[in-house]
């Protein structure tokens, strides 16, 4: 590391930079992956009962009792998933992913529909972690009620150093607030439910249905829609099979089946405690954080799942800075995505999608002002496409397979047909998403993955085009330019111009000065002193009415390409260089305006000629 | 015009571009030339009782009786000064400014402590000027209070775009705000003191002198400090002597008596009917507002005295948007200040003086909240010391002319001895507004001026050394490179390449090809494929551990430089330009990232050869 000298800010922030073949993965046991994967998954039990919530109560009170049945269907729904994606992950033991699995079975259009998708979740998924665990910090401590954006924003901070720094050590730091987290909700609904919760239950006399009065069909879905929020992140694990040690497809399962049985009777306990305390969404107290002040009161407990609740958003956050890079990546080795996200940088991660999620996520809280449930609607809709995508590419290249090895398409029928089903339940969650949440912000989304589709073809076709542009149009192709003419603006004779001079006579034999001149008496004087000076170079001077410089050089550069076709034009531009920074501000920036205005013209090339001067 | 087609936004906003030989004044008579110059120092009215009020009602109601032997001591001040600059007139007739004087006739020191108290007082006259014109308007509508800053900023942004434009048909539009001003002001004084104003004077039994409690000298000086910000803007009229039809000096002389007259009645008037109607500073609601309710009451007369004063209080900031960009041109002119203050605009005035004057008064108006009041003990203490250094300067210019005559020393005498108690008496302010106001932000502009004395140093030396390293070192001087050799980054054979190759060979015989590698097997392929394309170009290939291309071409370049000294150094960057802008984002920027590492490296000129590509 010769040129290293000392340490910058960059490596102070990120740490020291990594050669490449430091790339490696660590192989978990099932308890470990399982943490790293599942805290997306187990942190939607922060938000999911309170978006149910937030919609019935719209309607009285009274209907906050269908949350019971709607958490009941959305447990279901996940119990269909896991078994879904234990198939998956079966299929998939590389951990593909909606967009390589449906690259792979379906074609480019549903693949990049998956990607879209996901792209939009992934950095949905940090700005509603990120907001979701702030408000859990706030409703510990509501004083902090007014800092909500910039305390969003300092946590999307923290997480994306952290994952700038590379993610290696994950494991052992993942493990404890994911645990601390689900010991404390798991105690949290045992405590309840055991003690205080059923009796509460009891009392209230709820287990009756409530008067079916202002209760539609259209409200219950959207109630339902805001809730399946809660199973965003189970497709995780699939993604992430390769982390796992061997026999890693069978770890990965088993971990599969430990989230789905976690994540259900958490969010279920939840929403069955919320019934019974007849917690209502407030501005300021999540229903968690109400919940668990019933059960334990705001005691050490309490405050421990308020952070642990943070901590675990933040690591759901953090899954997706993940997630979003490493897809971006594989959409961009296919072309599909602009190059700069197949970068790794000095610490092997791919710092371009690390911070363009960053600022999307960060505008995305700005612009809804960090409220979780305004960010809701758009959010969980791209998940299920990819859960959609990713089923029916299942049951597509089950069929594929079996045409090719001679097998009866029906062969796999039992499993197909399960697939073919997960995916039915799942379209039609997206379907009554869009339906349901249309007009909250929905549309915003769907607008959204039609126009990155595009964006993604468009790019696609672009890289495409340049590639067969740039290639040789023959194993001998050696093009040269016919002649160059190399043009030198300059002010007045000074040393910098002399040396500019010297190079470009050193380059070319067609050298010629421009001058621009706003003062006849003083172009004159120039033009006296140049012909005594360096007779050999042709001064062109140019008046200028309106004092600008670049003009008159980008009309004179003209003039020179229409009368020499074919030729190569050079501009040198004398530029002095000075010791401290504060000295160049000193210093007409033409060369830069020049630079800036000639930078797209073919046949152009351009260069600052520099020479040092101490200026002191 | 041939090379602009249509209108820019830049040219809709302020204007077509003016030709060089379109900058001319127009002269005019004196109530026009008062009309131009008077505003600064007119709306002081706008504030100076009232500052001088909120320093006397922290000691008691009572004590507020002291604004009127205060106010008369100020407008004796003004009487002094009004012959003191009739003086500069006419010894200055040219519009000297106290840069001009000092430098004149006390040397660079002066001068320069002349600039930078001017320079820091036009900044703060805008800043205060638009705050208090807003205070006009949130008096009269006090639902807009929410809006003071923004306000005040998009004042700002207004009378910058007039500047920008060119204040040229300006004598025009300057009249009637100013006539406007000076009729209401005059109007309320004499209606107020005429009718109820006398009588309440009468009721508050308030001519006697109320207990000396609580009053200290320290806390009248300090009111005296507050008040003195009055006279700010007088010196205006001195300035611009050039402005006024022949004989200039005549009517500027004339200009500053009735200026006098003007300023004092007013001043003087206001104060008094303050004091009869036992007015004293609120937040929403300045003095004169006050003062202006109780003599008119709240109608057409009144709003119009409240748009009247934001508009002259805007056409005092103008002023000084006039004067901070012509200084700061004087003093580029002289090399105290940079370059760029000396280019003039597309039409015609010093753009970088009014943007510079227009983001330092606006920075100002934020960190003070757009609070007058706290503006005020920065403000003024500058002006009185150009005041001390005009007048100083103009005894000693006329003792030096007078010994160069041959004449005694003591032939001025009269006038000279006036012009000195003129000095002592400012000096005098100065030091009281230092003592009295430090504490209160006057110690921001006793350490600034010292600061900005330095940097003109620094910036004169740093001029003067560039222009001596500039100069030829003989009359022959023709420099050129031993050599030159020209390195090319290449990362694959594509067209791009070849097109780049092709021009680096007709400039020099020895062309480099680095390769950096960051894979051994892709580099041989390189390799071999070079070496059949193009034998004649040595390829050298680079590993890279660390997926840096920049660093170790930097590295391979010093190596050259090492083993070549002497030679010249030319990298060119081969790159390919394509038809939309967002299709450049789609590549990689290796090469500006490069020529921003290099730029600063002597002896290496770096060059982007550009290859048009349609990408369709």
């Known amino acids: 590391m010769g040129q290293r000298e000392g ?353 999307a996520a960060s505008l995305l809280i700005v612009v809804f002002g960090g409220h979780t449930s305004k960010l809701i609607p758009l959010y969980a809709i791209g998940v299920y496409i990819g859960f959609t995508i990713s089923q029916v590419g299942l049951v597509a290249m089950r069929l594929r397979s079996a045409l090719q090895a001679g097998r009866s398409p029906w062969s796999d029928l039992p499993r197909s047909a399960f697939n073919a089903f997960g995916a039915l339940l799942t379209s039609v969650v997206v379907v009554v998403f869009a339906v349901t949440k249309f007009s909250e912000g929905a549309w915003i989304v769907l607008i959204l993955i039609p126009l990155l589709i595009l964006f993604f073809y468009n790019v696609h076709h672009h890289y495409q085009a340049i590639a067969q542009e740039l290639r040789l149009p023959s194993p001998e192709y050696h093009p040269a330019p016919e002649r160059n003419i190399v043009i030198v603006p300059v002010a007045s004779i000074t040393r910098v111009v002399a040396h500019t001079i010297g190079y470009a006579k050193s380059i070319s034999d067609t050298v010629i000065a421009v001058h621009v001149s706003f003062d006849h008496t003083e172009s004159e004087k120039l033009e006296q002193r140049w012909a005594q000076w360096e007779p050999g170079v042709r001064l062109v001077t140019i008046d200028s009415q309106y004092r600008s410089v670049v003009q008159p050089v980008l009309r004179y550069i003209d003039l020179v390409k229409a009368q020499s076709p074919g030729a190569m034009i050079t501009v040198l531009i004398p530029e002095f260089v000075v010791g401290r920074w504060w000295q160049g501000l000193l210093h007409n920036q033409m060369g830069f305006l020049l630079q800036a205005r000639l930078v797209s013209r073919r046949d152009v090339v351009i260069a600052m000629v520099p020479l040092r001067l101490s200026g002191r």
Chains 1, 2 share one sequence.
């Open 7 to 359: 340490r910058s800010f960059k490596e102070i922030l990120i740490g020291r930079p990594l050669k490449s073949r430091e790339l490696f993965l660590e192989r978990l046991d099932i308890l470990s992956g399982l943490s790293i994967l599942s805290p997306d998954a187990l942190s939607s039990v922060a938000y999911g009962t309170e978006e149910i919530l937030t919609v019935l109560v719209t309607i009285s009170l009274a209907a906050t009792w269908f949350a019971l049945p709607i958490a009941a269907a959305i447990v279901l729904m996940l119990a269909i998933l896991v078994v879904s994606y234990r198939q998956v992950i079966a299929s998939y033991p590389s951990g593909g992913g909606a967009y390589m699995i449906g690259r792979d079975s379906l074609g480019t259009l549903p693949a990049l529909m998956a990607g879209a998708s996901l792209l939009v979740d992934y950095t949905l998924t940090v700005a509603v972690s990120v907001t979701a665990g702030i408000d859990a910090i706030i409703s510990a401590f509501p004083q902090l009620h007014a800092l909500r954006v910039p305390l969003d924003l300092l946590a999307i901070t923290v997480i994306s150093i952290v994952n700038l720094r590379g993610a290696r050590e994950s494991a052992a730091v993942f493990k404890w607030p994911t645990y601390l987290f689900v010991v404390l909700v798991l105690c949290m609904v045992g405590v309840g439910l055991l003690r205080g919760g059923w009796h509460n239950l009891g009392v209230r006399h709820t287990w009756a249905v409530p008067s079916m009065e202002g209760v539609s069909l259209f409200l219950l879905l959207r109630a339902f829609s805001s809730g399946s929020s809660a199973l965003t992140g189970v497709e995780a694990i699939s993604n992430g099979v390769p982390l796992f040690r061997e026999p890693s497809a069978r770890r990965a399962q088993s971990a599969m089946v430990i989230l789905g049985v976690l994540l259900g009777s958490m969010f279920l306990g939840t929403t069955l405690l919320a019934h019974a305390y007849a917690v209502v969404p407030l501005t300021d107290n999540t229903v968690l954080s109400q919940v668990a002040e019933h059960v334990f009161g705001r005691n050490i407990l309490y405050y421990a799942l308020a952070f642990s609740t943070m901590a675990i958003l933040s690591l759901a956050a953090n899954t997706s800075f993940a997630g979003f890079p490493q897809l971006a990546f594989l959409m961009a080795r296919d072309k599909f995505m602009p190059h700069f996200f197949q970068t790794r940088g000095d610490r092997l991660v791919f710092t371009n999608g690390i911070l363009f999620e960053a600022i």
